[in-house]
């Protein structure tokens, strides 16, 4: 069941992205001739065989079988259909009508595109889009970002002097800033503070299909995690039971885990000799306390450079992060011995902090060993130390080689053993909604967005004409099918309408191109009339439409071809 539905939304995304877009279009070149009064003899909803379909006036209106697109047929667009017509309305002939009114027709198509994605993108604007704020809710232990001085809950107010609002806005200027230092202006506790991070590089793909470098920092993450706890033996050193999420300490409110490390960071050198917990258990809200912890806070004293990490580790105080919550049957993993339960503790004698730390590491092993011309699927590629039952154990491990394709096309190769994280995101309560209740702004928002888009596809397109980016970036019905589903099902109604509007743009600005057969190719003609005082021969014209033809075939068929490298994982 669950199959079906995915299946049938995918379908109603695919049918409603292509299928609205193009349906805009050619209701763009309908009703700019009906307005300069040439006649349209059909106007449908699809291809191939009418489902339906009734005359209104002189048009008649159908709805064919093949939904993705449309078409509209208007008299005297081939001035050879009058010699053939029995009855000839030269009047109403769209090869009569002056050249201001056909270039309105050929370009009604081009022009309501854009009038849909600016529509979209000023809808989007009022309705608004929920952001996550400039906060560093995660740094991970022992992570660049954590070494550099940063730590979770930190509020970022500038990056470089650059004022930022938005996690994104922190990620682009991290983006754009490979292999440099940059400094963090953040408040911690109500101090503003200052801290210098290096930012390190990956390969990226640029909106032009560019492999280029991109800048990350490490351990810098805008999710956390939430306040569950988990440990291998059923009940810990403080009472805590597997499962169990907390909800306050001392009656200080906990949301994430995060909070919980900053309540320990906060209160580190003055915490009383027991501590007192609300928790969730199976469901029940209950109040649980620790044993005296007089030996803790000796420890404490004893070094000075403790905070909420080592304490955790101390009292066996685990987030569930860390514990396999599933692992693949027939996976290296599963042929190593680990159990769903597991803690990972380590890999090739590196403590790991994170799940992401956890599969970074493999990645990075699995392409050393390539490197080094060894088979990553040797038995003891991983040393992976986990706990089990409260007892630490050794565990060798092969890697597991996946064959993918990057946005161009490219094979990549993905290193993986095949477990899952019992671990849970949390959400941050404080998102903020970026909207506008100003029509005119909203208006100006979503034609703004619409112009860099469409300078965005005019730049893309002059690249591939010049070698500038590899052709494998062209994207054909698969590639926008499954980026519509994909994004429809996992990304919600707002994204789905983004792309739909980016799309309509692409066609736009495609259409607009001087080929024979399309609408830039018709405008050219026009304007070629115009200045002849003649229409072009029939003979070029016809040449030019099958060169045109020709053209736009050969670009479908290498657009399904780049689309099939993509999709296919050969």
Same mark, same amino acid.
């Given at each position: ?269 003055? +915490?009383? @000799?027991? #501590?007192?917990? &609300? ?7 209950? %109040? *649980?306390? =620790?044993?005296? $912890? ?100 050794? +565990?060798? @491990?092969? #890697?597991?080689? &996946? ?7 490219? %094979? *990549?190769? =993905?290193?993986? $053993? ?153």
């Amino acid at each position: 069941m669950n199959n079906l539905i995915s299946t049938l939304e995918y379908i109603f995304a695919i049918v409603t992205l292509l299928g609205g877009v193009i349906a805009v279009h050619e209701f763009g070149h309908f009703i700019f001739a009906k307005f300069c009064g040439a006649r349209v003899d059909v106007f449908s909803i699809g291809f191939g065989p009418k489902l339906f379909s009734k005359k209104w006036g002189e048009t008649e209106y159908c709805l064919s079988i093949i939904p993705l697109g449309g078409f509209v047929k208007i008299y005297g667009q081939d001035p050879e259909e009058l010699e053939k017509d029995e009855n000839p309305q030269p009047e109403r002939s769209l090869a009569n009508k002056s050249l201001l009114a056909r270039l309105s027709v050929f370009i009604g198509g081009p022009a309501f595109n854009y009038i849909l994605a600016i529509l979209i993108f000023s809808f989007i604007a009022v309705v608004g889009v929920q952001k996550l704020p400039s906060l560093a809710t995660r740094i991970v232990t022992n992570s660049q970002a954590y070494l550099a001085g940063l730590r979770s809950g930190d509020k970022i107010q500038k990056i470089d002097n650059q004022e930022v609002k938005t996690f994104e806005d922190v990620a682009q200027i991290i983006a754009l800033n490979p292999d440099k230092t940059l400094k963090f202006s953040v408040i911690r506790d109500g101090t503003l503070m200052e801290v210098q991070a290096p930012i390190q590089k990956e390969v990226a793909i640029t909106p032009y299909g560019e492999p280029a470098m991109a800048g990350i920092l490490d351990g810098l993450e805008p999710l956390g995690r939430a306040p569950v706890v988990a440990n291998t033996t059923g009940t810990n050193t403080w009472n805590f039971k597997h499962g169990d999420k907390i909800l306050s300490v001392q009656n200080h409110p906990i949301s994430s885990w995060e909070e919980l490390e900053a309540y320990f960071n906060a209160n580190l050198r003055n +915490l009383p @000799s027991t #501590l007192n917990f &609300t928790i969730l258990r199976e469901g029940k809200e209950e %109040t *649980i306390s =620790t044993p005296n $912890i007089s030996w803790l806070q000796k420890q404490i004293a004893t070094n000075k450079n403790w905070g909420a990490s080592q304490v955790f580790e101390a009292v066996r105080l685990y987030s569930p992060e860390l514990f396999i919550l599933q692992v693949m049957p027939q996976s290296p993993a599963d042929k190593a011995g680990m159990k769903k339960g597991d803690r990972v503790i380590s890999v090739n004698g590196k403590k790991v902090y994170s799940f992401e730390n956890l599969r970074a590491t493999i990645q990075q092993t699995g392409e050393e060993l390539v490197q080094k011309n060894k088979n990553p699927t040797l038995e003891n590629a991983l040393k992976i130390v986990v706990e089990r039952e409260g007892k630490v154990q050794e +565990l060798n @491990s092969s #890697l597991s080689s &996946t064959k993918g394709k990057d946005p161009l096309g490219q %094979t *990549i190769v =993905t290193y993986t $053993i095949g477990i899952q994280s019992q671990g849970v995101p949390h959400f941050p309560s404080n998102m903020l909604l970026e909207r506008t209740l100003n029509p005119f702004k909203a208006l100006w928002l979503g034609s703004k967005e619409t112009i860099n888009h469409t300078v965005m596809t005019v730049v893309g397109l002059k690249k591939l004409a010049f070698g500038e980016v590899s052709l494998k970036a062209v994207g054909g019905p698969i590639m926008i099918g499954k980026i519509a589903g994909d994004t429809f099902s996992s990304r919600g109604w707002r994204d789905f309408l983004r792309i739909m509007a980016i799309i309509s743009i692409s066609l736009g600005v495609f259409n607009l191109l001087p080929i024979p057969i399309l609408d830039g190719g018709h405008v050219v003609f026009a304007i070629v009339e115009a200045i002849r005082g003649k229409p072009v021969s029939q003979a070029v014209t016809q040449i030019s439409l099958k060169v045109g033809l020709s053209l736009l075939l050969l670009l479908m068929v290498f657009a399904v071809y780049n689309d099939l490298t993509k999709v296919l994982p050969f």
